[in-house]
């Protein structure tokens, strides 16, 4: 049945077949691959399957290693899934305001994006949703939960109803699920429904944005389809390496920890300002605030060498800077700046 949702050239790719692929054993002499004789290591391919990693993804994060894959960043997974599931000319449905990439893949790849915005809670709006679903077909519905810039999680039983009357793809993009508290994952939903596919990432709780990894939890058949559809090598030695290290960080959860606690202080100091006039609750590590005039806060603040990001051109988010929670000393330093703020 997933076999049918795959575009039929996808189905029927036969994928590149790596030296390292052919070969399965323990070998000391390796003249298959056209690497350099010398260097450190480095000189190797590195595995096109991540396994240690997905083995070490197993452990920690107790996803099953057939249904794991790695991505150079969400940002590969979110590309791939737009490719393997849609063509030119089909759509994919959003929920703005929402994380922006979703979007330029599709458009990239010559697939038209539908939105079916929030309701003004910044909530999911599941009835309109169902409803286009049903007209308009969409290959891929996208949600992001916590949703990225608003830090809202969406009840599970909402993304399931979702999910279970799109006959296409359901992708949750739960980026930022380490920071929410009593957060249910949409993992949990693959077994009954092989259409749900899930985006973590190694960027934002586990420390390594630079390292590009994010991960892709699917039903095996997606799973081996999309790593037909990826490059070769698409996760570096050094990559794999730093996600089987962040992984086995025992002070992640720690650090977690105190990301959140310092977002509930700061939430609580920002109510206080007599110029901010909202502050969204947020399961993530991170806050969105309303105030007067977002640009001329974002400038004063830039003044002083803080940057914020201005989330004003979302629809429903005129005047929101997205504040990130940072170090103790970050956050004392921007609350500084903040108290001198007269408007
Ligand atoms: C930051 C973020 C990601 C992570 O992307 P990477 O490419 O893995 O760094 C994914 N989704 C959302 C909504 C994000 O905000």
């Keep these: 049945m997933i076999e049918n949702l795959l575009n039929p050239w996808v189905r029927d790719l036969v994928p590149y077949s790596t030296a390292r692929d052919e070969f399965t054993g323990k070998a000391s002499v390796y003249l298959d691959a056209n690497e350099s004789w010398y260097g450190d290591g480095v000189n190797r391919y590195p595995d096109p399957f991540c396994r240690d990693l997905r083995r070490t993804i197993e452990r920690v994060l107790s996803i099953p290693f057939e249904m794991s894959a790695v991505g150079n960043g ?4 979110i590309d791939l899934l737009v490719r393997m599931f849609s063509a030119p000319g089909d759509s994919v449905m ?7 990439t979703y979007s330029v893949f599709a458009r990239s790849h010559g697939v038209e994006v539908i939105d079916i915005p929030l309701l003004p809670s910044l909530e999911l709006d599941a009835d309109s949703i169902i409803r286009a679903i049903e007209e308009k077909k969409p290959k891929i519905v996208f949600i992001c939960s916590p949703n990225n810039p608003t830090g809202r999680v969406y009840p599970i039983e909402t993304i399931r109803r979702i999910a279970d009357s799109n006959p296409g793809i359901t992708a949750v993009d739960e980026a930022y699920s380490d920071f929410a508290e009593n957060f249910t994952s949409s993992i949990s939903l693959i077994d009954e429904n092989p259409r749900v596919v899930v ?5 934002k709780a586990y420390g390594k944005a630079g390292a590009r990894l994010g991960i892709l939890v699917a039903c095996p058949e997606i ?3 999309f790593m037909k559809m990826k490059a070769p090598y698409n996760v570096s030695l050094m990559s794999q390496r730093e996600g089987i290290k962040a992984l086995e960080d025992e002070g992640v959860e720690e650090r977690v920890k105190d990301t959140v606690i310092r977002r509930k202080s700061f939430s609580a100091y920002l109510s206080t300002l007599p110029y901010v006039i909202e502050v969204f609750p947020s399961e993530a590590n991170f806050i969105l605030i309303r ?3 977002a640009a001329a806060l974002y400038d004063y603040l830039l003044a002083r060498g803080i940057v914020l990001r201005n989330r004003s051109s ?3 988010l005129q005047n929101t ?8 000393e970050e956050m004392e330093e921007l609350k500084e700046a903040l108290d001198g703020y007269n408007r």
């Design 74 to 77: 969400s940002d590969e997974v």
């Design 94 to 100: 959003i929920s703005r305001p929402t994380y922006g």
């Design 199 to 203: 985006l973590r990432t190694l960027s």
């Design 223 to 225: 799973q081996k389809a």
């Design 291 to 293: 105030v007067p005039d």
């Design 314 to 316: 979302e629809p429903m």
């Design 321 to 328: 800077l997205r504040i990130t929670i940072g170090s103790e």
